[in-house]
């Protein structure tokens, strides 16, 4: 099968990613083979392709917003059959028997393996995947319309709950991509009130367009204090400035995988019982929740597509802040 292999972590410009014939998967007990059909691409997968987060394997495929169809299926498959649409998100298996498994915490399994990370992942004609890490689409989205909603969609949904806001709560964004942008359409959905903090004027542009209240620059203090924030940004700066605009008992989460370290954080702004929570990876539950609240909230995701063999492309494109909405490789 073809696929986009990354050998050895490089800036994205150099083009680390080359496209190769390799071996295609064979389904093991309890897994499914899934065609590919789309795959997203995500700020994670340029930490790991330019090595701010440190390699676990390499050669490495990677991509963990697979949209595909079951092709085939190994021993002791029960739920799923050949021709069903399914998607594979970042957690790719969990252990179900360490101390956070047990608790339901299973985003924190010591054991845990991620797509395209600890695994292969979906840069790639098809994907081996555990049966019940693969999870039926909502119909009513393209395969490259529906493959936002397994990265941007499901952490994001995780980082709403987490923000814990109250009834018609005020929530502010900080960074307007992916996963934001379809926060927002949730966070609406469920009767609150959105500010948006980003510094791009098209990004704001297109937060006011979706509902927010106002959209603004980050350093810009928000019109009204805000119950909870949450930062996508990967920038530490950001954090402290969303800090200075919580209420009092407010919450702030950090959402991002990776973040520049968090400078002249005065206690005053955290003083008041406001808290930090940070977001790692998500749970099986957090993924079937988003895939039914999505299509009940009218959630659209706008993408920009790439052929598979344009990752690089893509990803560059990505990291220089051109891409318009959120990047997919189509691959059939
Ligand atoms: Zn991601
Ligand atoms: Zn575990």
Known sequence: MKAMVL?????????????????KPVPREKQVLIRIRACGICRTDLHIVEGELPPVKLPLIPGHQVVGVVEETGEHVGSLRRGDRVGVAWLYWTCGSCEFCRRGLENLCERALFTGYSVDGGYAEYIAVPEEYAFPLP??????????????????????????????????????????????????????????????????????????????????????KLDSAIVFAPAGWVAVEALKNLKKGGRL???????????HLEYRLLYYERSIKT????????????????????????????????????????????????????VV
């Open 253 to 263: 989460v950090l959402a991002e995988i990776y973040m520049t370290p968090i400078e």
């Open 139 to 224: 119909g009513g989205y393209s395969d490259e319309e529906v493959a936002p909603l397994l990265c941007g969609g499901v952490i994001g949904y995780r980082a709403f709950k987490l923000a814990e806001l109250p009834e018609e709560g005020v929530l502010g964004l900080f960074g307007f991509g992916s996963a934001a942008h379809i926060v927002l359409q949730i966070a609406k959905y469920f009767g609150h009130k959105v500010y948006v903090f980003t510094r791009s004027p098209e990004r704001q542009e297109l937060a006011r367009r979706l509902g927010a209240e106002w959209a603004g620059h980050p350093k810009e203090e928000s019109p009204v």
């Open 279 to 330: 977001v790692a990876n998500f749970t099986r539950k957090d993924a079937v929740e988003l895939l039914s609240v999505a299509p009940k909230a009218g959630v659209k995701t706008s993408v920009e597509v790439f052929k598979l063999s344009e990752a690089n492309e893509a990803l560059l494109k990505l990291k220089t802040r051109g891409l318009r909405a959120s990047g997919v490789l189509k």
């Open 7 to 23: 050998e050895e972590q490089k800036p994205i410009k150099e083009k680390p990613l080359k496209l190769k014939d390799v071996p």
